[in-house]
């Protein structure tokens, strides 16, 4: 059984539904004492950090997450602003992350001929796998998958990042250390990759290496 967590943050249906499509079972839970029992679980998220992590916090999901991330070592992946929210801190708010990835969210920042791209970065890019990348096994060297942010990880050790986008520059699109996952794009929202994502995540059997 497959948790996506509901905080109030982000259309966490698409999610479920996509799931369901590549047949796996799955659950909408916001109570900290069901998520406690979690096999697998999901952070998704659209929006700002601040209003994120605040959510967490008013739903006492802050110590679960912990107790899950840290010590039931439970296989975790976060979805945008779920990704986001596994670094440190963001420029986009004053309010601490969950702290699980080395890492720090930073806004695009464009010079020159560049700053003419929009932000935020949406629509179809392409990822290049990094390292292991479980979640991208057998997806080829050039998947596609849905973008929508203005905001990106900026990993402090280049072993968590699992996948990265070219915007302007190369950017952090997917990180993975042990038992944590994370995506920057849309893995609901993009076609049949997406599900190879989500499905990749779903077969997942352990988590060995330390988070």
């Known amino acids: 059984m ?4 509901d905080y109030g943050v982000g ?21 900290p004492d069901e998520v406690q029992r979690a096999d697998k679980l999901i952070l998704p998220g659209v929006g700002a950090f601040d209003h994120g992590m605040d959510r967490l916090q008013r739903l006492g999901l802050v110590p679960v997450l912990h107790e899950c991330a840290r010590r039931r070592r439970i296989p975790i992946l976060g979805i945008c602003l779920g990704c986001q929210l596994m670094a440190r801190a963001s420029e986009e708010g004053q309010s601490p992350g969950l702290g ?14 560049l700053a003419r791209l929009p932000r935020p970065h949406m629509g179809w890019n392409e990822v290049a796998p990094r390292g292991p990348a479980r979640l991208f096994a057998g997806l080829g060297e050039r998947p596609r998958f849905y973008f929508v942010h203005s905001f990106h990880l900026r990993c402090a050790d ?33 076609h049949r990759y997406g599900l190879q994502v989500l499905s990749a995540f779903a077969r997942l059997e352990s988590c060995s290496a330390p988070a």
């Open 158 to 190: 280049p072993a968590d990042v699992a996948g990265e986008t070219l915007y302007g520059y190369p950017f952090t699109a997917a990180i993975e250390r042990g038992n944590l996952f994370g995506v920057q794009f849309h893995p609901e929202k993009s």
């Open 100 to 113: 699980w990835i080395d890492a720090d969210v930073v806004e695009f920042r464009f010079e020159g001929e």
């Open 11 to 31: 259309n966490v249906g698409s999610v479920l539904n996509m799931l369901k499509r590549g047949g796996f079972e799955a659950r909408l839970i916001s109570d």
């Open 2 to 5: 497959i948790t996506v967590l």
